[in-house]
């Protein structure tokens, strides 16, 4: 629809200029620092920052039930700036203007509802969120969508010249930096480390398809972290991981759609999220509490965060009763399948310990929760829900099997309605499905195939045939007849098919 054709008093409303107030705000020391130059940590006291806008109060100006048809009347519009997660540029980045806006279609992934037998298995009615359907098949594109249109704004506006945007990953952030990084180049090069081995080969060649200079580092992602912080601290480096603010911003986008698809009905609604470096739920708290505090939605949701036994830090942490915690404490991880959240040390907890107080406190109850699952159950969980028509990655199944033990607990009851978010596409993580499919799985993952969900090909070559057809070699007409016939029947058997009368 054209903007004239909308309702008269909400037109002026429907494009937004660029307004508000962003600071960085230290979670340590509370002091503001200005956006203008890029920043990663507090310089005064070396704390994680969060992005605020110092106008928020403005946007409690416009009464929630508007926002929500603004937001509404914007799915209309052709303007490809607003059809990403800028739909909601007063709360991601007011500060930029639509025309520094990336846009490679990321946001607004399906939700899908389960079917019927896998909520009968799950006991609860569910939702996938499909966020592997992506523009580089994860939700990194959420963040990278933010904190590459920022610093598209600063290279327009010459506060920036050339840019090198370096990011440590589990493979995603790459592939996410890399794709939108080479969208905006000359200006913008990037270069990503990897862990030797621990991203799959799917991941490896995305940032390599991209152009990006790769760098594969040995140990785990915790060590590459430590190397992209040295690098960013010493040299003019633009860091794009979830350290930086701006991904915090764009990844808030998945609470706004959620809020939207469920048409802002929140009070009975549980969204469940792997936890890794913890940028994502982190996001996702702070994007409800934004909209709870407009009066977008009139009731926060149930969180629930979801870690493998094989790299739990945030779930131990808070396994230890309230007011008795003490400081956070890091752990080695183990291998796991939930490979991108095999995090021991989330860069984000500061901003955790900071949001699931404060979102408990506007809830009046405690509304964020914290489960640990089995490897074995991610991988069955996955497979499960793929046998029943979904995408999910190994993540997704680590969030399905989550959604059972918060069950199991009573955190959440079976009148909910849950959201559960499978992170990246099943393709990038295929290379667990094979391992269990073939039972290769190493003795440090503690995976145990149940032979009801393994799938393998067969082979089909009957013994009574002479001659099969081979690349280059096709068979004559009667070796062709006699090898079609052969192989049908050999499959119409092995299916148990019925001839046609
Ligand atoms: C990054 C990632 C996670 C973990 O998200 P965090 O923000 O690091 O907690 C989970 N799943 C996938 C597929 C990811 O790429
Ligand atoms: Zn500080």
Redesign the pocket.
């Known amino acids: 629809m054209k903007l004239d054709q909308f309702p008269e008093s909400i037109q002026p409303l429907l494009v937004p200029e660029p307004g508000g107030d962003l600071i960085y705000h230290c979670l340590g020391c509370r002091q503001a620092h200005n956006i203008a130059s890029l920043l990663y940590t507090c310089p005064a006291c070396g704390s994680v920052l969060l992005i605020q806008d110092r106008q928020f109060d403005r946007l409690k100006a416009i009464e929630g039930g508007v926002w929500q048809r603004i937001f509404d009347y914007r799915r209309m519009l052709k303007d490809p700036a607003l059809k990403g997660i800028y739909r909601y540029h007063e709360f991601i980045g007011p500060v930029i203007p639509l025309d520094s806006v990336v846009y490679l279609g990321e946001g607004h992934t399906p939700v899908v509802e389960a079917n019927g037998a896998l909520q009968d298995r799950t006991g609860m009615r569910f939702y996938y969120k499909n966020d592997g359907q992506n523009p580089s098949a994860?939700?990194?594109d959420r963040g990278m969508a933010s904190a590459l249109s920022y610093i598209n704004h600063l290279i327009r506006t010459g506060e920036v010249d050339q840019v090198l945007s370096i990011c440590a990953s589990?493979?995603?952030?790459s592939a996410a930096a890399a794709l939108y990084a080479a969208y905006l180049k000359p200006k913008i090069k990037s270069a990503v480390l990897l862990p030797h081995k621990k991203v799959t080969p799917q991941q490896l060649s995305q940032p390599l398809g991209s152009g990006a200079d790769v760098f594969e580092i040995p140990g785990v992602f915790d060590d590459c972290m430590k190397v992209v912080e040295a690098l960013s601290e010493q040299y003019n480096v633009a860091l794009l991981n979830?350290k930086n603010a701006w991904r915090i911003l764009g990844?808030e986008s998945y609470s706004y759609e959620i809020a939207q698809d469920f048409d802002y009905a929140m009070a009975d609604k549980v969204v469940v999220?792997?936890?890794?470096?913890?940028?994502?739920?982190?996001a996702v708290m702070n994007g409800f509490l934004k909209f709870f505090d407009t009066g977008i939605i009139d009731a926060l949701p149930k969180i629930v965060g979801v870690q493998s036994v094989h790299a739990n830090p945030v779930y131990r942490y808070y396994s230890q009763p309230s007011g008795d915690r003490g400081p956070f404490v890091p752990v080695t991880v183990k291998p796991s399948v939930?490979q991108?959240?095999m995090?021991g040390n989330?860069v984000?907890m500061p901003r955790v310990i900071h949001l699931v107080d404060r979102y408990n406190r506007s809830a009046g109850a405690p509304r964020v929760f914290f489960v640990e699952v089995s490897e074995q159950a991610i991988m069955d969980w996955q497979l499960t829900a793929n046998r029943n028509g979904h995408i999910a990655?190994t993540?997704g199944g680590e969030s399905l099997a989550g959604l059972q033990v918060a069950l199991e607990k009573g955190w959440i009851s079976a009148h909910e309605t849950a959201i559960v978010d499978s992170?990246?596409h099943a393709l990038?993580f295929s290379g667990f499905q094979d391992m269990y499919f073939q039972n290769s799985f190493p003795d440090g993952f503690a995976v145990t195939p149940d032979p009801a969900l393994v799938n393998r090909p067969r082979y089909v070559h009957p013994q009574t045939l002479q001659q099969v057809p081979l690349p280059g070699k096709p068979l004559d007409d009667k070796a062709l007849a006699e090898f079609v016939d052969a192989v049908s029947r050999e499959i119409a058997t092995d299916l148990g098919l019925k001839k046609r009368s």
């Open positions: 994860s939700f990194k589990t493979g995603d952030t979830s990844q999220v792997p936890i890794g470096n913890a940028g994502n739920i982190t939930a991108a959240a995090i989330p984000s990655c993540h992170t990246a990038k």
